[in-house]
Structure formats: C-alpha cells, structure tokens
C-alpha cells in the first residue's frame, strides 16, 4: 500500500476528492482495508484523443455528470483538461469546475430545474439546455444584463427530454425575441445511437425541423460519434461523450473497448484476505450457491456489494488474481467475494485481485465484461463505486 502514502503527500487531492467528491482518499492515520480504485488521468487523456479523432472537427463536451461516471470530478478534470468543455448535470458540479479555474464553456444537460438556478447561470456563466416550454417561462423572467446560450433540446424519439419537433420552430422563435438569451444552438440525443436505422431516422427529423435555423448543432453521445464518426451531420459542431472517455465501450459485446482503442479510466483492485482448501462438495458463501466440483483453492476477496461491486454477479464472473484471469463463485456478500484460485496455483493472502480495470501486470479486465456478467453495463458499476473505497489517484 506505499503507493496511497505517496497519494497522500499530494497534500491538496485527497482533501479535495474527499470534500468535493464524497469519495475517501488515503489517508497516513491507518492502513485502510486493500481495496482501493485507481483513477488512471493518463487514460483519460488518451480516451479523449481518440474520441477527438472519430469526431474530425467538432469540439468536445467532456460529459463529467455522476461525479465524472464515479470517477471523481476532479480526477476528471485532470484528465479531460484538453476537452472543449464540460457537460454536467447540477450546479454544484459546475461551481466545483469554476472553482478549478475552468473558464471554457460549461453546460448543464437538463437545463435549469428551478428560477433561481439562472441566477447561477449568470453568475457561474454556464450554458444550459432548454428542453420545455417552462423553462422558456423562467428565461422570460429572469433579469439578467448578460444574455445566455441556450442549448434548444428536440425530442427526435426518444420521449424523454425534449420539444416535439411541432413545437421546436415556435419554441425557437420564442427563445429568440428573449433579450435575456444570446446565442440559441440546436440538440438532440440518440434514442437508438449505435444502430443506422435509428440514428438516419432521428437525424431526418432534426434536419427536417432546423435545417434553415441558425446555430450550433449537437447530437451525438459516445456511440454516435465511435458507430457514426464518419458522417458529418452526426458528428456536427458539438460532440458529448460520457463513457468512451471513461474506457467502456457503448456498443458492447459488439465491441470492444480495445476495438476503439480505448483504455481503462477505472481500476477496482483488492487482495485475497484468505485462502481456503475446499474437498468436492464444500459450499462457498451464503446460501451455498457454490458446491466445489473438485478439490480447489479458493479466494477470498477484500471486495462486496458495499463496495460497488454487483452483488447479481454470479459464480463465473470474470475477476484477474495476480493478473491471471480466474472467475468468481458463489454470492457476492457485503464486503468480500470468492474466487477459485484453480488458474493461479501461486496465489496466496495478500496477492493482488483486480475485479475490474488495470492489474499491476498490465492485464486488462474490461469493466463491459464484469457488467455483462452481472447484467449491467458498464456506466452502472463505475456510477456506483462506493465512497467507503478510498481513490488513488495514478498519473
Ligand atoms: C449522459 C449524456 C451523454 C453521454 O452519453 P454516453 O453514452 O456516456 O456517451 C450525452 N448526452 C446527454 C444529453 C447525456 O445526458
């Protein structure tokens, strides 16, 4: 653990990400537990250099809501500095940026959620989305010497956020005789990102509406602009990546992160606690879910569902044991997991398990693997990565 005393010398990080973040760093006081996830900035980087690349012109929202997909806002800063802008979610995301001494563009997705909230936009100079016609009401109201930029938000299927497209050309006009508001660009978002079909058929409604409204256009997420790069009207002025730049890739198992050349952000190691010798027929853990079909060595890991990790992982749930990939048995319980040590003969108590991400030999486990496992996604086990596991940061 040498390592999280030389994260803790970084006197300022740990402070921050504890107090801005609600994550736990390193700490000098004890020796925490061994797990602990790496947030890899290095990869950062790189993940939105290839983003970059499959979008030819456009600029970059690093999309950072979620507190960065779980990787802390301001590890994500560092590693997404070279992005164009930041798309978040909530003011307090877009205060922590400013506070970093982010000037460039910042962008609420959902726009504001109450009055008072445009007084923040001044204040903070944010951009923010307008997605219903009461948010144009709120804009009407609001006093303000400096006009805003406004994102317009078209519902092209998806029926989530967004103003039917009959409504879209009014709603504009609308925006537009505003003095409060400045520039007015043009968004929407992928209902169906990664297949042809429904991305053709979402961009002839967008088009259709706005194609002779001036302004900025962006659609695309990280599967639009990884799936559809090469086409110019997805690609468009702004492109908003979230999980690509956290290196998962959005259209898995069809592909692979490595297929986009993309490298994991994320690390979630731990270490075996203990080493039991199973004879045929012994159970593993609550429920004995798992009978030993042989003799083996068995694994227990510093890691359970209080962690983040997901407790619906079942028995065969890829998981590295000195970079070797072995695979889970058993239930996932509070805060331990078992493994069968049958690959890695070597293992021993204390001996590195690298649930997802980045083992110390180079080793990639792909989270997309361990979400499929369990029946996620990838976005959902990096969101959940507990506050009691502390973060290191690694350059
Ligand atoms: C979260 C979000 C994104 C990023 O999506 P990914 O699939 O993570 O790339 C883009 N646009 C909007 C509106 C979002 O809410």
Redesign the pocket.
Known sequence: MSECFTVAALRLWPVISRHLQGTRACDNRFMPRPIRALMHTQAMRHNLAQVRQAASDARVWA?V?ARA?GHGLVNAFHGFRAADGF?V?DLEEAQTLRSLDWRGPILL??GVFEQRDLEWCSRLDLWH?VHTESQIDMLSRHKTQVPQRVFLKMNTGMNRLGLAPERFRSAWARLNALPQVDEISLMT?FAH?DDQVGVEAALQVFEATCHDLPGERSLA???AVLRHGQQPAVVADWV?????LYGSS?DHPEHHAAHWGLRPAMSLRSQLIAVQHLKTGDEVGYGGLFKAPHDMRLGVVACGYADGYPRHAPSGTPVLVNGVRCHSVGRVSMDMLCVDLTPVPAAQVGSEVTLWGLATSGEVLCIDQVAAAAGTVG?ELMCALAPRVPVQVDE
């Open positions: 999309v809501k997909y798309a979610l997705l959902e989305v978002h990102a997420n990280s599967a908003r990546p979230g999980i690509a959005p976005y």
